[in-house]
């Protein structure tokens, strides 16, 4: 399950959710360390709470519930940063606050963990965590030695650093390299999973697509 | 030669003989130091396609000359001042992640030069756009330290609108192309002069550029006209003039645009994609950080222009065919 969730449909390499504060903000070791912690302490509680307890409320509840508790771990971490931090919590920016309502809660509890025990729901967010975490930390790193020529604040280069990697489209850059890497990986260790790669999402989207925004739009003519 | 290959196939080939005449103006005008940062660009490009190619298990396609031309163009788009890495960052940068990624030149969507050199103006901005004044180069050494004096580009004085008129001389020095300014695109006769080779080898990658350079046009004769109360005198046409040919705009009609990879197919496609180029041009040049942003413009019409076709030319019938449906299910329904 961590390996299929984690490794082979990496959220952000293969599933490609929530990549806003990867390309964003993951500019250094110790952005990418708050920004994951927070990511799968919010994850983790947000599908136990929803497989546990929400799997007979409206959806128009659950999506706000996800908020609520994706900023119960977002606003003390902020509060601890700015006491303790500020170089970090300047750095993170509008992103730290943005993690409360991050789309890959959203997507995972809607689409997994609603319709899943709480042992298997648990399983996904810890493999999912893990997958983010990791490309986050490994972002993070390229970004902060190819940017600004430093590993975890201590300089390693005498050069200054390419500072086009400290932006947004240097992170872009950097995912699209990494996934190009992860695939090419997949595709020779690992070949009969091949498959699970081109489908993109652990869940089935045919079941609950009756109930979106798009289905509506799709078929507003078509005749009952 | 085969068969079998498209005349679009060689297209880098043919570009390149036209980078000769530029390369040649370059060392004119800033001497020795000019040749050895196109070599050296080319170099770092051919050795970075050979690395790519090594690490990616592909085909090299080192023959299709177009990593000298991405390299060489680079090297011409830069100062004459510029360190030497900073040729050598922009070329690997320009094939390693702009091109070897999406393939063989010919599949990727950007122009990789473009890329490069918006890479290297948003790392190294102070580098980048630190024009030399061109009589102080003949005495530098060609390696070694940098003594350029730093004069001021035709761009930058119109950005911060200190010209207010130009004598004959000094049109004539931009013309040459003896101007401060990047180290082989200021001159306009020669760039006319490539416009007139793509217009003979490629008539179809002409149309580009025209649309580009009348959309330009159009703006730099309104924007004077409106600077100086729609007076028509010998001072307005030179204005005119000297502003066509400022910065980036001949550079990017000649070079840039006319990519036969990146750009459309059919006539009426390329006469839009060339305004939709000049229209950015002209935005990015009133309202960027930069002195002269015409590559971002370049990058920005090459990411949308697959997208925006799409709605353009191609799903006219398909729209039709909706809206038919949609009407008859809405008087079905009542």
């Known amino acids: 399950m961590i390996r299929l969730g984690g490794y082979l449909r990496n959220p952000v390499l293969v599933q490609v959710i ?46 706000g519930i996800y908020t609520i508790i994706g900023a119960a771990v977002v606003f003390p971490t902020m509060f601890l940063l700015e006491k303790y931090s500020t170089a970090v919590f300047s750095g993170l920016g509008i992103y730290l606050p943005l993690m409360a309502m991050s789309s890959f809660n959203g997507v995972h509890c809607e689409k997994y963990a609603v319709k899943h025990s709480v042992k298997e729901s648990f399983y996904d967010a810890v493999a999912s965590s893990i997958g983010y975490c990791g490309v986050l930390l490994i972002v993070g790193i390229i970004r902060e030695i190819a940017g600004a020529g430093k590993i975890a604040g201590f300089d390693i280069a005498p050069v200054k650093g390419l500072s086009g990697f400290l932006m947004p489209f240097g992170g872009m850059i950097v995912i699209g390299l990494l996934a190009a890497f992860h695939k090419q990986r997949v595709m020779k260790t690992k070949r009969s999973h091949a498959a699970d790669i081109e489908k993109r999402f652990v869940l089935d989207e045919s079941a609950d697509e009756e109930g979106t925004f798009t289905y509506a739009v799709k078929n507003r003519f078509k005749k009952k | 030669m085969q068969k079998n290959k498209k005349k679009r196939d060689f297209f880098y080939r043919e570009m390149s003989l036209a980078l000769i005449p530029a390369v040649l103006m370059a060392v004119h ?12 660009s080319a170099v770092s490009a051919v050795a970075s396609e050979a690395a790519g190619c090594k690490i990616t298990k592909q085909r090299t396609h080192i023959s299709d000359l177009s990593s000298i031309y991405t390299g060489v163009l680079l090297a011409l788009m830069l100062p004459a001042s510029s360190p030497w890495w900073l040729a050598v960052i922009g070329s690997a940068f320009a094939v390693l992640i702009a091109k070897i990624p999406f393939g063989t030149a010919y599949s990727a969507p950007f122009s990789s030069a473009a890329a490069a050199f918006a890479f290297l103006s948003i790392c190294f901005s102070k580098e980048t756009f630190a024009y030399p004044v061109v009589e102080s180069s003949a005495a530098t050494k060609i390696i070694g330290s940098v003594d350029f004096v730093e004069g001021t580009s035709v761009a930058e004085s119109l950005l911060n609108n200190r010209l207010h008129g130009v004598t004959a001389v000094e049109l004539i020095n931009a013309f040459i192309g003896s101007v401060p300014g990047p180290m082989g695109m200021t ?21 580009n550029s025209l649309s580009f350079l009348a959309v330009w046009f159009l703006f730099c004769a309104g924007s004077v006209f409106y600077d100086k109360g729609f007076e028509f005198s010998e001072n307005t046409v030179r204005m005119i003039l000297l502003r066509l040919f400022s910065g980036f705009a001949m550079c990017i009609a000649a070079f840039l645009i006319t990519e036969e990879p990146t750009s459309p197919k059919k006539i009426p496609q390329r006469i839009l994609y060339g305004a939709a180029a000049g229209v950015t041009y002209i935005i990015l040049r009133q309202f960027s950080v930069f002195e002269d942003a015409g590559c971002f413009a370049v990058l920005a019409v090459n990411a949308m222009w697959p997208v925006a076709a799409k709605y353009i030319f191609k799903n006219k019938k398909r729209k039709e065919k909706d809206i038919i449906e949609g009407q008859e299910a809405m008087t079905s329904e009542k």
């Open chain 2, 187 to 207: 001159s306009a006769v020669l760039l006319i002069g490539v416009l007139i080779y793509i217009l003979i080898r490629r008539p179809k990658s002409f149309v």
């Open chain 2, 29 to 40: 005008l800033y001497g020795g130091r000019a040749i050895l940062l196109c070599l050296i």
């Open chain 1, 18 to 63: 929530g990549i806003c504060p990867v390309a964003a903000a993951a500019t250094s070791l110790a952005n990418s360390l708050v920004l994951s912690v927070v990511f799968s302490v919010s994850l983790i509680l947000c599908e136990i709470i929803a497989s546990l307890m929400l799997k007979k409320t409206a959806r128009w509840i659950r999506v």
